[in-house]
């Protein structure tokens, strides 16, 4: 999310004297007053506005009012985090994913398959690397997409497991959707059911006015709406009948991830231990780098398991926070849950997600939008825990600098997952960080004349007009640095090890 954003975390209220109570009642009324003119102004725009594309549905009408509702009462009545309450998860909160049972043999895995769906998080856009439609349609590696892989994948496990079927289902916004329909057409002639549903579509909050700024006009603005995060995917797969649909097909776990992270394949080990220990919500969560120190993690709150997020870090305990001593691990967003767990949330109306604040600026005008993560449900559902899982999945594509790195000899493919080259004598995988010049995928792919090899590389970092020759050697640190109004250009075949170049091609050791 781009954007300053905060979180709101429930907990119980702090003990206020008369006079605080007296302000807390009248700014509760207030608020209260607020939610019910927004509620009515909404309903009746929602009648009577003449395009249907500015019109919500029942379901979306009552989702953004009661987050909206939450919102105005949180600004006053919620208590911050308590530090103190804080303590590290327990291993049974925590499991290292080395220790989890394998599965026994292939039969037995194709039975614990058959009861497994995937569901990949598809409402991203690919506008932040300069490609229009679905993120998720972007070449990545061999000219085949995201879908591409995924699909590949899924197909391979019901090649391999007669009866797995295990199907996808993608997670769409508003914005995906349409284009999504007409691209998965191509994977009729495979043996992979997929099924698309719609998160929500929400109104974006003037900030000076706290309306939804489709009050604003009567007509159809696209910048008036934003998808609320991928914690309304509860919301969303209940309220599409999928959730049923799946049970009675004999489904009883949904394994959700983001449609960009290549390393969030099946596992068997983990889909095991779900069901060895009535397990109702997994999350996946990775070994924490300097680069991950933002990263939500795992933590006991009260003697529940809890997610904490940056955002809901008092400033004072910031860099404890981002410290890899005290909190090693993060959220790769690759959660298990169990399909009859997510009914009996859902029917029970109990979920209540902290709401992540994100400001944001359209066009002149200051707008709030209000969303939720899939992360924070953690302690809504019974024996929760988290799997501390390789680096291997969690293989992020956010920028044409993650784009390299799977498109480099680091990776090869099988069966549509991405599998490090086992030449790669190291355990970690190099750090690169490409300039702006890089930023969008076709001056990215401009700037190579093929991608370098990169299997003895630690850490690349490039700025400025720097383009590569074909067959490129990278090895050890190599930091390119160019001035405004200078060029470099790397020759072809050239291998650099340990070394800095400047605007000039000045070389010099590292």
């Known amino acids: 999310m781009n954007g300053e954003a905060t979180t709101t975390m429930g907990h119980a209220l702090p003990d206020m004297g008369p006079s605080s109570q007296s302000l807390a009642d009248l700014t509760l009324v207030t608020d209260t007053s607020t939610l019910r003119q927004v509620a009515e102004k909404l309903t009746h725009h929602n009648n009577t506005v003449p395009n249907a594309m500015a019109q919500m549905t029942d379901t979306e009408l009552k989702g953004f009012l009661s987050l909206y509702g939450r919102y105005m009462a949180e600004k006053s009545t919620k208590a911050a985090i308590s530090w103190d309450k804080i303590q590290q998860p327990d291993a049974n909160m925590l499991k290292p994913y080395d220790e989890l049972p394998a599965v026994a043999d292939t039969a037995s895995e194709g039975e614990l398959l058959k009861k497994l769906a995937v569901l990949k998080l598809n409402g991203g856009l690919g506008t932040s690397m300069g490609c229009t439609g679905p993120k998720s349609v972007i070449e990545v590696h061999n000219d085949s997409t995201f879908l591409d892989l995924i699909v590949q994948q899924i197909e391979h496990i019901n090649k391999k497991y007669e009866g797995a079927d295990v199907p996808l289902l993608l997670m769409n916004s508003f914005n995906t959707d349409g284009e999504t329909a007409k691209i998965i057409q191509k994977y009729q002639d495979t043996n992979v059911t997929i099924t ?9 909050i003037d900030k000076d006015t706290m309306e939804p700024l489709p009050l604003s006009h009567s ?3 696209h910048s008036d709406w934003y998808p609320p995060g991928h914690g309304d995917v509860f919301e969303a797969v ?3 009948g999928l959730v049923d649909t799946l049970l009675a097909q004999g489904k009883e776990y949904l394994f959700v991830s983001n449609v960009d992270n290549l390393g969030a394949t099946v596992d068997t080990k983990i889909l095991r231990m779900l069901e060895e220990t009535e397990c109702e919500y997994c999350m996946e969560l990775t070994d924490k780098t300097r680069a991950d120190v933002k990263g939500g993690t795992i933590i006991s709150y009260d003697g529940k398991v809890s997610l904490l997020e940056v955002a809901q870090v008092p400033k004072q305990y910031l860099e404890q926070f981002k410290s890899v001593k005290k909190f090693k691990v993060f959220n790769t967003n690759n959660i298990w849950l169990s399909l009859r767990a997510i009914k009996r ?13 994100n400001n944001k600026s359209v066009g002149d005008k200051k707008v709030v939008q209000l969303e939720t993560a899939i992360g924070a449900a953690i302690s809504y559902f019974k024996n929760a825990c988290g799997v501390n899982v390789p680096r291997s999945r ?6 044409t600098s993650d784009l390299m790195l799977i498109q480099s000899n680091m990776f090869t493919l099988k069966s549509g997952s991405l599998v490090k080259n086992p030449l790669r004598e190291f355990a970690t995988t190099p750090v690169v960080k490409l300039g702006d010049e890089f930023k969008k995928v076709s001056s990215y792919l401009s700037r190579f004349g093929s ?6 590389l630690d850490h690349l970092t490039v700025s400025g007009d720097v383009w590569f020759g074909s067959d ?9 640095v160019v001035n405004t109004g200078s060029k470099v250009m ?3 075949g050239s291998i650099l090890e340990n070394q800095v170049i400047t605007g000039d091609l000045h070389i010099t050791s590292h």
Request: hydrophobic letters at 45%.
């Open 345 to 357: 949330v859902m029917q029970t109306a109990s979920l209540q997600l902290d709401i992540i604040v």
């Open 219 to 221: 007509g159809y603005q």
């Open 451 to 456: 991608i370098p090899n990169v299997l003895e």
């Open 196 to 204: 698309t549903f719609q998160q929500s579509r929400f109104p974006r």
């Open 472 to 480: 490129v050697v990278l090895k050890g640190t190599v930091i390119i």
């Open 394 to 399: 969690f293989l992020p594509v956010k920028s």
């Open 238 to 240: 209940f309220n599409s």
């Open 490 to 492: 790397i020759p072809r």
